[in-house]
C-alpha cells in the first residue's frame, strides 16, 4: 500500500541546498586537511580540480585561480599537501567537495615514495640498461597485446594495426589493467605470449587515468615479466605525461597505446612503395651492366684478329727480331775488338824496363822525403829539449837556492815541509845555494800564519 504525503515535497535543489547549509554550520571557518592529491587537473581558467585522498577515503576538491595563485610550488599527483579547505555542495551535482584556500607541500604521497623506491632498485639490478634491452623486428609478421579486452586502447591499436597492415596477424593475450589482481594478470598475460614461438613483438599498455589507475604498471611483477621475457616489449601506457616502471624496463616505450602500435608496424603502402623503388633501382642496375657487358664484347671482337693476319704480324715480328739480332752482333763485335786494342796498349805500358824505371823512380823520391823528414825531426827536438832545459832550470831547486831559499832536510833525507813533523833535538841539514849546514832543533813553531822569517804577523 503506497502512502500519501502529508506535507509539501522539497525539489532536489532546496533538498541539496539544505544539506549545503547544514554543512556550512557544521563547520563555520575553514579547516587544515592532511591529504595526497590525485587526478589533478589544471583547466586554462586558472582553476585546479583533482581528489584529496588517503588510505580510507577521498573528496573531490576545487582550488580556484585566487587562491592557487599564493601557491608557491607545482603540484602534481601523489604529492601530499595540507591545504585550508571550505567544506561544501555543489549543488549543480549534489557533489560534497571541499573548496581549497591555502596549499603547502608536505613531500611526495606514498605512491610516489613508492615508485621511486622501487624505480632505485630496479635501476641498480640493471633492468633498465640499455645493453639489455631486445632490438625491435622491422617488419613484424605477427604482434602479441597485452591489455584489457574491452579497454578502449585496444581499439585503437587495432585500427592503427589494421590501416598500417591488414595481412599482420595479431594475438590478443586479455588482462585486467586496473584493480586488485591487474599486476599478477598483466604478468600472466605477458608469459603466456612468451609461450607462443611465432610472436616477434608484444604491446603491453592502456589508456590514461589516474596515478592509482595506472598503478598495476609500476608492479615489481610486471617488471619482473618484462624484463624476462624473451619476445622485446614496447610499453604504452597512459598519456605522454605518464611514466610508469613498465617504461623504464619495456624494449622501447611509446607515449600512448596508438603511437606504440605506430612505432611497431610500418606502413604497408610505404613497405610496397619502398620494395618497387628498390626493384626498379635493381632493374636499371641490371640493364647498366647488361650495356657495360655488351659495349665489352663488341670491344674484344673489334681487336680479335684473323688467322692470316696474325701469321702477317709474326712474320713481321721475326723480320724485326732478325735486324735486331744481327746489329747486337756487330756491335758486340766491335765492343771486343776496342776492349782488345785497350788491353794491347796496357800491356805495352806495363813491359818490366818500364816497370823498373818507375820504381826507381819511386824510390829516389822517397829517399829524398825521408832526408828531408830526417832533418826536420831533428831540427824539432833539438827545440824541444831546449825548451824543456830552459824550463828545468826556471823551475828547478837550484834557481830557488839562488834567489836566497834554502830546503830543509830530516835526519832520512826527506824535504821537510811542515814543522810537526819534527821535535825539538832532533838533526835537521838545510841545503843553501853554496854549502849546507848540519842543525839541531831547538823550538817548534806552528800554523799557516808565519811571515817569510817564521815569525807570526799578530
Not at 15 to 23: H, I, K, N, P, W
Not at 98 to 104: L, S, T
Not at 246 to 266: I, L, S
Not at 280 to 298: I, K, S
Request: glycine share 6%; charged share 30%.
Amino acid at each position: 500500500m503506497s502512502s500519501v504525503a502529508t506535507e509539501d515535497p522539497l525539489s532536489v535543489s532546496q533538498l541539496a541546498r539544505a544539506v549545503q547549509g547544514t554543512l556550512q554550520d557544521a563547520f563555520p571557518r575553514p579547516v587544515w586537511v592532511r591529504g595526497e592529491l590525485s587526478n589533478l587537473r589544471m583547466y586554462g581558467s586558472g582553476h585546479w580540480y583533482f581528489t584529496l585522498k588517503d588510505e580510507g577515503s577521498q573528496l573531490k576538491a576545487a582550488m580556484f585561480s585566487r587562491a592557487n595563485r599564493r601557491v608557491r610550488f607545482r603540484p602534481k599527483d601523489g604529492d601530499e599537501v595540507l591545504v585550508q579547505a571550505r567544506v561544501d555542495v555543489y549543488t549543480v551535482r549534489g557533489d560534497l567537495q571541499i573548496i581549497i584556500e591555502a596549499m603547502q607541500p608536505l613531500g611526495a604521497g606514498r605512491l610516489q615514495q613508492e615508485f621511486e623506491r622501487l624505480k632505485a632498485r630496479l635501476q641498480a639490478e640493471g633492468l633498465f640498461d640499455a645493453d639489455r634491452k631486445i632490438p625491435l623486428p622491422a617488419v613484424p609478421r605477427r604482434i602479441g597485446i597485452v591489455t584489457s579486452e574491452k579497454a578502449a586502447a585496444l581499439q585503437d591499436m587495432l585500427r592503427v594495426l589494421q590501416e598500417r597492415d591488414p595481412s599482420l596477424a595479431i594475438t590478443l593475450a586479455p588482462c585486467r589493467v586496473q584493480g586488485q589482481g591487474a599486476a599478477a594478470s598483466i604478468a600472466a598475460a605477458l608469459d603466456l605470449l612468451n609461450r607462443c614461438s611465432d610472436v616477434e613483438v608484444i604491446l603491453c599498455g592502456r589508456g590514461g587515468g589516474s596515478i592509482e589507475d595506472l598503478w598495476a604498471f609500476n608492479e615489481e611483477v610486471v617488471a619482473r615479466a618484462i624484463a624476462r621475457s624473451r619476445i622485446p616489449v614496447i610499453s604504452g601506457v597512459g598519456h605522454e605525461i605518464d611514466f610508469t616502471i613498465a617504461d623504464f624496463v619495456a624494449d622501447a616505450r611509446a607515449p600512448t597505446p596508438t603511437g606504440a602500435a605506430e612505432q611497431v608496424v610500418p606502413v604497408r603502402r610505404e613497405l610496397e612503395r619502398a620494395v618497387t623503388d628498390r626493384s626498379r633501382r635493381l632493374e636499371a642496375a641490371y640493364r647498366r651492366d647488361l650495356q657495360r657487358r655488351r659495349q665489352r664484347v663488341r670491344e674484344l671482337r673489334a681487336r680479335l684478329l684473323s688467322p692470316r693476319r696474325r701469321l702477317d704480324r709474326d712474320a713481321q715480328r721475326v723480320d724485326d727480331a732478325r735486324q735486331r739480332l744481327s746489329a747486337a752482333l756487330s756491335g758486340s763485335l766491335r765492343a771486343h775488338r776496342t776492349r782488345l786494342l785497350a788491353a794491347e796498349s796496357r800491356l805495352a805500358a806495363s813491359t818490366p824496363s818500364r816497370r823498373v824505371e818507375r820504381a826507381r823512380s819511386r824510390v829516389q823520391e822517397r829517399h829524398l822525403r825521408l832526408a828531408r823528414a830526417s832533418i826536420l825531426g831533428q831540427q824539432q827536438r833539438r827545440r824541444s829539449l831546449e825548451g824543456t832545459r830552459r824550463a828545468l832550470l826556471a823551475l828547478g831547486p837550484l834557481q830557488a837556492l839562488d834567489r836566497g831559499f834554502a830546503i830543509a832536510l830530516d835526519g832520512s833525507g826527506s824535504v821537510l815541509d811542515d814543522s810537526a813533523s819534527v821535535s825539538p833535538g832532533d838533526p835537521v841539514r838545510v841545503r843553501l845555494r853554496r854549502g849546507a849546514l848540519d842543525c839541531r832543533v831547538e823550538h817548534c813553531l806552528h800554523g799557516d800564519d808565519l811571515d817569510l822569517r817564521g815569525r807570526n804577523p799578530s
